[in-house]
């Protein structure tokens, strides 16, 4: 290669490195609030379809006149008695709602894990009603990464937010925890998105043999979770048996992580 077209390419790639770098410092350095409030606010600038899902998921660009950035919105409201899918599977009480995402996110805010989900609030765009999330700075999924064999940097810690991940999936009951909704940022901060078809209303564990380790201090948000703070959080967007469904699991995730540290020991369940 000649000195010419090396020191090109060397050029190409710094411009690159520095493009990415730019990008990373435009991401706006905001509370949660403020995020909530630019959602609830903003102007939508343009739109379009999503490229992933299949609920019609739309990417927004908004802008408050001094901050531009994305959002994600979902109006999906269906519901049927009972709801037969390609695979012949069935589902009774089918429901698949942009509410449940909401409810998700303020679920989370209670237990603390607010951190591994984006601010979520519910808003009217265009004549439709949906839930409008702050757009991750993400890149990858956990589908490409699993399909790509690509091995965290720290794979304790990302372990420990798998099992985080785990215990919330099974106090929603969530029927499409799929690794396209599992999203990966720069500095592997693991992401949940789209609860559209969770909060069912069996009082059953959807999974149990998924719960194998639990962090401390959300064992202990779980233990302290009660049902009128819930309901205060979460009524606008879940039904009573919905609510009802998601204590009784709580009890049963409670119950089970006690039954395995009473086995195992603590040092082989809890963690920090």
């Known amino acids: 290669m000649s000195d010419t077209r090396c020191r090109l390419t060397a050029l190409l790639a710094a411009v690159c490195i520095a493009c990415f770098f730019s990008a990373a410092a435009q991401e706006p350095q905001l509370t949660d609030e403020q995020m909530r409030q630019f959602l609830l606010n903003a102007d939508v600038v343009k739109?379009?379809?999503?490229?992933k899902g299949i609920t019609n998921t739309q990417r927004l660009t908004m802008s408050d006149g001094r901050?531009?950035?994305?959002?994600?919105?979902q109006s999906i409201d269906e519901s049927a008695s009972k709801k037969v899918f390609d695979n012949g599977r069935s589902e009774m009480n089918f429901?698949?709602?942009?509410?449940?995402n909401i409810a998700a996110y303020e679920l989370a805010r209670l237990i603390g894990l607010a951190d591994m989900m984006p601010v979520t609030v519910q808003r009217r765009i265009r004549d439709k009603t949906g839930s409008l999330s702050w757009w991750l700075p993400v890149k990858l999924d956990e589908a490409t990464r699993m399909r790509s064999k690509i091995v965290p940097p720290d794979p304790e810690a990302w372990n420990k937010q798998m099992h985080k991940m785990r215990v919330f999936s099974q106090l929603v009951y969530d029927t499409d925890r799929n690794l396209q909704n599992?999203?990966?940022?720069?500095?592997?901060?693991?992401?949940?998105?789209d609860f559209s078809r969770a909060f069912r209303r069996y009082t059953d564990l959807e999974n149990p043999k998924n719960l194998v380790k639990c962090e401390r201090?959300?064992?202990?948000?779980?233990?302290?979770?009660?049902a009128a703070e819930l309901a205060a959080s979460t009524s606008k967007w879940l039904t009573k048996p919905e609510i009802k469904g998601i204590m009784a699991r709580r009890d049963?995730?409670?119950?089970l992580f006690e039954a395995l540290v009473a086995k195992n020991g603590e040092q082989a369940v809890l963690y920090d």
């Open 67 to 73: 901050i531009t950035h994305d959002a994600s919105f």
């Open 47 to 51: 739109s379009k379809t999503a490229s």
């Open 182 to 193: 599992v999203l990966i940022s720069e500095d592997w901060h693991l992401w949940m998105i």
């Open 252 to 255: 049963k995730i409670v119950a």
């Open 95 to 100: 429901r698949d709602s942009y509410k449940y």
């Open 217 to 226: 201090k959300l064992l202990e948000s779980l233990r302290k979770l009660n």
